[in-house]
């Protein structure tokens, strides 16, 4: 994982939650990481990772705070800790 995808892991973890933060990047730091991604005809993202799944709204150029907390909570649950597996 770059530097670049390291980055934006470690802003989808920080407090206070970042709101400038662009869905483009997530959806690459979700394929670095190794998870399956879908576009559904709905307007959003299907992502698989670890033997979790999870969708998310996809109309948006950045992630609302909203959206960065359900990102942050799905990697979670992949056992993902940006701190420990990737650090800076």
Do not use: T, W
């Not at 980055?7 to 399956?36: C, Q, T, W, Y």
């Amino acid at each position: 994982m770059n530097h670049h995808h390291r980055k934006i892991l470690h802003a989808l973890f920080a407090h206070p939650i970042s709101a400038n933060i662009a869905m483009k990047d997530v959806e690459s730091v979700l394929r670095e990481l190794g998870a399956e991604l879908d576009h559904a005809h709905s307007g959003r993202l299907h992502a698989r990772l670890k033997g979790h799944s999870a969708s998310f709204a996809h109309g948006h150029h950045s992630l609302p705070k909203e959206e960065v907390i359900q990102f942050r909570k799905f990697l979670e649950g992949c056992g993902i800790d940006p701190a420990r597996d990737y650090p800076l």
